[in-house]
């Protein structure tokens, strides 16, 4: 049985509260905003996740699985909490993703574990493709200490 948009907002609502969001900050839209922002559209026994900006649809994917819709609506929820998260939290000469990824999947594993374990699987195809990059004077700087600290020196600040 399908459920209509009311009762999807329903659910959406109730996952939220489970991270600190208000119904405002997980509003389902019907139709497009116009402005890159989800919405739902159900048809044909399918629920619809679509992104549409300036006019142009961006995203269509398509389940029959309200719990699938679900997901994606917080991934991309959960993404830009996230990333306001990192640039709070930034870390001088460490790949920003490292903070941002940890977060979303904190956030994803808050709302369902399947969800974060799900994200977790997403992120390490991500970076199986583009691998953190790593700040070559941070690294050789930890190897330093290491083998200065193993030695029985001072470490380097």
């Given at each position: 049985m399908?459920?209509?948009?009311q009762?999807?907002q329903?659910?959406?609502?109730?996952?939220?509260?489970k991270?600190?969001?208000?119904?405002?900050?997980?509003?389902?839209?019907?139709?497009?905003s116009?402005?890159?922002e989800?919405?739902l559209?159900?048809?044909?026994?399918?629920?619809?996740?679509?992104?549409?900006?300036?006019?142009?649809?961006?995203t269509?994917?398509?389940?029959?699985?309200?719990?699938?819709?679900?997901?994606?609506f917080f991934?991309?929820?959960?993404?830009?909490?996230?990333?306001?998260?990192?640039?709070?939290n930034?870390?001088?000469?460490?790949?920003?993703?490292?903070?941002?990824?940890?977060?979303?999947?904190?956030l994803?594993?808050e709302l369902?574990?399947?969800?974060g374990k799900?994200?977790?699987v997403?992120?390490?195809?991500?970076l199986?493709?583009?691998?953190?990059?790593?700040?070559?004077?941070?690294?050789?700087?930890?190897?330093l200490n290491?083998f200065?600290?193993?030695?029985?020196?001072q470490?380097?600040?």
């Open positions: 399908m459920l209509n948009h009762q999807v329903d659910i959406v609502n109730d996952y939220g509260r991270i600190g969001l208000s119904t405002n900050d997980v509003i389902l839209r019907k139709k497009p116009g402005f890159g989800p919405h559209e159900i048809s044909d026994d399918y629920y619809h996740y679509v992104v549409c900006e300036r006019g142009s649809e961006l269509r994917k398509s389940s029959r699985d309200v719990d699938d819709f679900i997901y994606r991934e991309t929820t959960t993404s830009m909490i996230a990333s306001e998260y990192q640039q709070q930034t870390v001088i000469g460490e790949d920003q993703r490292i903070i941002c990824f940890r977060k979303q999947i904190e994803m594993t369902s574990d399947e969800w799900r994200k977790e997403d992120i390490a195809e991500i199986q493709n583009a691998p953190y990059s790593v700040n070559k004077i941070t690294w050789l700087n930890k190897l290491f200065n600290q193993s030695n029985g020196k470490p380097l600040t």
